[in-house]
C-alpha cells in the first residue's frame, strides 16, 4: 500500500440533491478521485461542509497526523467567495480555509483550485445593485488575491476562460466530466429525432433560434422532430405565442430528470445545443454537453468558443453559427453523418473526458505524469 495520501478540500457543504452542473460537479470529482485512489493505492483524504464542519475535520487530522504525507491537493469554490459559504452567508469559522491553505503552503504541498464562474464581472448577469453589489465584487477580487496566494494551479471550465480569471498562476482547462452509460454502443436507426434540455424561459438558450430553424426546415427533406425536456414552471411562463410554435411544431414536452430523461435518451439520435454567442457564453461549458455525449448522442451546436473547441475536439457532432440558415444546414448535416458522430462518441470520448480523465489531469499538473 502506497503511503500516499491526497486531500479533496470543498470550502462548503455537499449537495443532497444534485439539481444543478454547480452541485453536481463536485459529487462527481469525489467518487472519482475515490475511484482513482483506489486503482493507484492513494489514500483520499476528505474535508468538506460548514466552516465548523471542516474545522473539526482539519483539526482531527492534524491531531491523529494524517496530514503529514500530502501528496498534493485538489480544492473547489463556489459561485459565492470563499467565506460566505455557511447557511445564510455567515460564517461560523471564518479563518479555517486560510488555516489550511497555510498549513498545505507552510508543507510545500501543490494545491490546483478550480474556480467556477466569472458572472460577477458581466453587470448584465450579476444581479445586485448598488453599494451591495461594489462590496460583493471587492469580496470576489480578494478572493482572487487569495487563490493567487496559495494556489500551485487554477482549474477553470475552459481555457476561454482564462482571460477573465485575475490570478496569476497557471491556468488549465478542466471542463465537466463525463459518465459512462449503456448507450454509448446503442446502435440505432435514423429517424431524426432531436432532443433539447434545459432551460427556456431566456432567449439567451437559444430556443427562438431552433423553433425558427425547425419551422423553415426544407419541405422536400426528412423532417426533424424535436423533445423538449424543461421545467414545468418554465413553460408555464412561456408567452402564448411560444407555446402556440411549439404546438404547430408537434415538439413533445417533457417535464423529467434523472432515470427517466436516461430512458428518453435512448430515443433519440441527437441533442441540441442552440445557445446564443455572448461574451459570457464564449468561455462556458454547459453540463448538458457532457451528459449528451455520455448517453451516446451527437450535438447540433452554435459555434460559442468553448463547447465549439469541445466538441471539434473529437468530432463529436456539428458546429455553426447563431444564424437561421446556418442552424438549418447544420441539421442537414447531422442526418448525414450521425453515425459518424456516434462511433467518434463511442471511441474516444470517455477515455479523453470522463470524471477520472479530469482527476488525472489535476494529478498530472500539480505533481507530473509520474506515479
Known sequence: MSNKAVLVYFPFKLAEKADSGSKLRPIEMLKAFRQW??????????????????AAAFNQLKLKGKLQNLWFCYAENQTIPIWLTDPGHKPKKPFIDTQVFKFLKEHNVPMGIFYRDVYW????????????????QTIYRREERFYENYASAIFLPSAAMGKYVDINQPKVPLP????????????????????YVGG????????????????????NKMQPKLTIVCRENEYNK??????????????????????????LYRSMDYAYIPRLKSEYNNFSVPVKLVEYLSNGLPVVATDCEAQKAFIDSGNYGVVCDDRKDAFIKAIENVETECNSYRNNIHDTFLE???????????????VGETK
Do not use: C
Not at 176 to 195: R, V, Y
Open 176 to 195: 465537466p466530466g463525463g459518465k459512462e452509460t449503456d448507450q454509448m454502443n446503442a446502435d440505432k436507426t435514423f429517424s431524426h429525432q432531436g432532443i
Open 121 to 136: 464581472k458581466f453587470d448584465d448577469l450579476y444581479p445586485l445593485k448598488g453599494l451591495k453589489k461594489k462590496v460583493m
Open 352 to 366: 479523453r473526458n470522463s470524471w477520472l480523465a479530469r482527476v488525472k489531469t489535476v494529478k498530472n499538473t500539480l
Open 200 to 219: 427556456i424561459a431566456n432567449d439567451d438558450y437559444g430556443l427562438p433560434l431552433l423553433l425558427e430553424a425547425l419551422e423553415n426546415y426544407p419541405s
Open 238 to 263: 412561456l408567452p402564448e405565442e411560444q407555446k402556440q410554435r411549439l404546438q404547430m411544431l408537434n415538439v413533445n414536452l417533457q417535464h423529467i430528470s434523472g432515470d427517466e430523461l436516461t430512458e
Open 37 to 54: 485512489g483506489k486503482e493507484e493505492e492513494v489514500e483520499i483524504i476528505e474535508i468538506n461542509g460548514t466552516s465548523e464542519e471542516r
